[in-house]
């Protein structure tokens, strides 16, 4: 798991989905305050929306490629990269 910062953590999981958690402390058996997992589409929008173009300009399909690593949408330079190896 990601430790952010005062017991905030991230960890990635299976397909693509990003689980968010606060201990009460940064200490891993610190007791859990809070605990949510995020669908991949969601992870990509939150991250899109903050980012400084938001979800304009193909912004989510950019994220999803970023959070992924599978070009869903040409707008990724992944799809160029990864023609080349195959």
């Given at each position: 798991m990601?430790?952010?910062t005062d017991g905030l953590f991230?960890?990635?999981l299976l397909e693509g989905k990003v689980r968010i958690?606060?201990?009460a402390s940064g200490s891993a058996d610190a007791p859990v305050v809070f605990d949510l997992t995020v669908d991949s589409n969601s992870w990509a929008s939150i991250i899109a929306s903050m980012s400084y173009y938001g979800e304009e300009?193909?912004?989510f399909y950019r994220a999803m490629n970023?959070?992924?690593g599978k070009p869903l949408d040409k707008t990724?330079?992944?799809k160029d990269k990864l023609s080349k190896v195959a």
């Open positions: 990601f430790h952010l991230f960890e990635r958690l606060k201990r300009d193909n912004g970023f959070h992924t990724t330079p992944l």
